[in-house]
């Protein structure tokens, strides 16, 4: 009798060794399962993110490449114009090719103010955000189309993330004007909670599906780098009345 207890006694302790082991087994392997999915969902944002790194450097290599040629084509070949021109009077001294001289000057002069508005808007660095947006709605407005700001809650944003929200205000404009056919566009700067919610709308095509499935293709992917430098997120989306519309959404609670 008092083997057969001894013997349950063992049974029962290699059971409960058993279903510790088995316990202690699971666990480890559990731990080991999350570990690799968060490894691997680590690996797929760290992947995201080189990629979008690369869409921007790709794209601030393309602007440093325009502005390069305008400043050879452009810029280069009106001051070796006024070279040649100077150079003319001075063998000549021909006092009348000067009046031709400062003509071309002022074209130059014209030139480098237009690249350089390009690169940092003058009104945007004089009178802020909204007079910038304002100015450069005014430029792309006419007969066939309509930009406005429909909604203007003031926040605050710093130079550089001024100049960034405008960069991205443009490429959605341009946009919309060589794709949508769209008639009206449409602005609105909001504040809800610890948000701020810049609402770009148009009443054109809206996006084609395959891109709204997609946003991390090309097209939307510049929008998408930019956003993310300012500590935003774009919401893309077509509207049911006809249209596109992106939201771009800073959380202000996780500053």
Known sequence: MEGKVILLVIIGTIGVMLMAFSVVFFVFLYRRKTLESKL?????KTKHQEEMLAATLKSQEKERNRLGTELHDSVGAMLSSIKVNLQVAKRKKDVNVLGEVLSHLDDTIGQVRSISHQMMPVILKKYGLKKAIEDHFDKISSNNLTASIEEWQDFSLNDDH???????????TNNTIKHSNATIISVSFEKSNAKKVICYRDNGNGFPDDMLLDTDGMGLLNIM?????IGATA???????GGAQVNLVIDTSID
């Open 40 to 44: 691997e969902i680590q690996e797929v």
């Open 235 to 241: 919401e893309f989306s077509n509207l049911e009345t």
């Open 225 to 229: 780098n930019r956003a993310q430098s």
């Open 162 to 172: 001024e100049l960034m929200l405008f960069r991205i205000l443009q490429e959605l």
